[in-house]
């Protein structure tokens, strides 16, 4: 694409960064609240976890609605409606008087804020693509991997002062920042002239190109499988570390950092290797990583080997997660950019899919156990690696043998 004089990568990555910073502040901040939650509307663990997991589900939904909307009628105009509606659901967040009222508005919540998620990434496609693109994301992460960090942090500070509802009114002030800095400071990045034809056959068609792409779907589903992972561990940390080790919402809120930090670390060691080395192959060590930190996890929460060793298995499954997404990102979106909205759609739905699936299932052993934690994860990692033997490698073989006959 051709940029105008005006354009800034910095100031982009800035204001995308913080637009994709709206799931991660939308689940975080309020995660050492969840008990508070839970005894203030009178409703059990798996209740309040819903809670998170209709609000995935909403993110999951609105991006399949969102994304061909975008290729169709350019980027800022969807998304200045979805951010709108964000900051309005997220203060009715803060009057509800049950539970029930909250796990529906949650739902609202998350579809406005797809999105900001979906069209996030499909400007990134409009603008970059190849080794250029993987390195603009690990920019791009960067300021996005602030949000967990700060966000539970924030959260728990909150709550020194104000009660739980404080923490969505905060949100709901971040959505109005949010309209300002797009309404300002982002540019249209899908001309007319590049935008595809409305309509609901023209949708469908696209969906079934991608889903027909087994290379595609095989990224989309290791990046969904280790997302949910990572979502597994944002719903029930918080219960495990707390109640079952003992922790504090302040301590909690320190861990959730420290995990996040090796998100941020692990994203810009990727950046920074990219183009030095193969990004397939970065990919691959980002699955490893999460396997061998999943099998870590499982192990400890069966023998009781303690926080310490439950901590470092977390970390080595969250950090994961800034090499995954990264690499198989840039590497799934190197030939949508025809259709980037549906794809980047198509890559969001599966990570909060699969989100929304294991975020309740942490929960149904109770409050007083990390083993559903571990059984679950090491579920989701153990999928990864067999999507990617199943899908990806051979189509990688493929494309090799097919590259040595033209030579």
């Known amino acids: 694409m051709k940029r105008d004089a005006t354009f800034s990568p910095i100031k982009t990555a800035i204001i995308l960064g913080s637009i994709t910073a709206i799931g991660p502040l939308s689940i975080d901040m309020y995660l050492p609240a969840l008990p508070g939650i839970a005894e203030h509307l009178s409703a059990g663990a798996s209740f309040v976890q819903l809670s998170l997991t209709t609000f995935l589900l909403g993110l999951s939904l609105g991006q399949l609605f969102v994304g061909p909307l975008s290729d169709a009628l350019g980027r800022r105009r969807p998304l200045l409606a979805g951010i709108v509606v964000y900051a309005v659901s997220s203060l ?45 994301i690990s920019h791009l992460m960067l300021v996005n991997g602030v949000a967990p960090i700060v966000a539970p ?23 109005v920042a949010l309209c300002l800095a797009i309404w300002v400071g982002l540019q249209e990045t899908l001309p007319p002239a590049r935008r595809s034809a409305a309509g609901i056959g023209r949708t469908w068609s696209t969906f079934k190109v991608l889903f027909r792409d087994k290379a595609f ?18 719903s029930g940390s918080s219960f495990v570390i707390q109640n079952v080790f003992g922790a504090s919402p302040q301590t909690y809120s320190l861990i959730f950092a420290m995990n996040s930090v090796g998100i941020v670390l692990a994203t810009q060691v990727t950046g920074r290797l990219a183009g030095r080395i193969e990004e397939r192959i970065l990919f691959i060590a980002g699955i490893s990583l999460a396997f061998c930190g999943a099998m870590f996890l499982l192990t400890a929460v069966l023998t009781g080997m303690g926080l310490y060793a439950v901590l470092i298995a977390l970390f ?39 989100g929304g699936i294991a975020a309740p299932l942490v929960g149904l052993g109770g409050e007083s156990t990390a083993v559903p934690l571990g059984i679950v994860i090491a579920g989701l ?6 999507c990617y033997l199943t899908l990806i490698r051979p189509e990688a073989v493929k494309a090799r043998l097919g590259y040595e006959r033209k030579q």
Not at 153 to 160: D, F, S, Y
Not at 381 to 386: I, M, N, R, S, Y
């Open 381 to 386: 990692c153990l999928g990864a690696v067999l």
């Open 92 to 136: 009715l967040c803060a009057l509800i008087p049950s539970i029930w009222a909250l796990i529906v508005l949650r739902f609202i919540q998350g579809l406005a804020g797809s999105a900001g998620m979906v069209v996030a990434r499909a400007v990134v496609r409009d603008l970059y693509s190849g080794t250029e693109m993987t390195r603009f």
């Open 217 to 234: 779907m095989g990224y989309g589903l290791v990046q969904g499988l280790i997302s949910g992972a990572l979502f597994a561990y944002i």
């Open 153 to 175: 942090v924030i959260g728990a500070q909150l709550m020194l002062f104000l009660p739980w509802q404080g923490i969505f009114v905060t949100l709901a002030l971040f959505g």
């Open 316 to 354: 080595m499954v969250v950090s994961s997660v800034g090499i995954v997404n990264t690499t198989g990102f840039s590497l799934a979106m190197e030939n949508q950019g025809a259709a980037a909205g549906s794809a980047a759609a198509v890559q969001g739905v599966l990570g909060f899919l699969f």
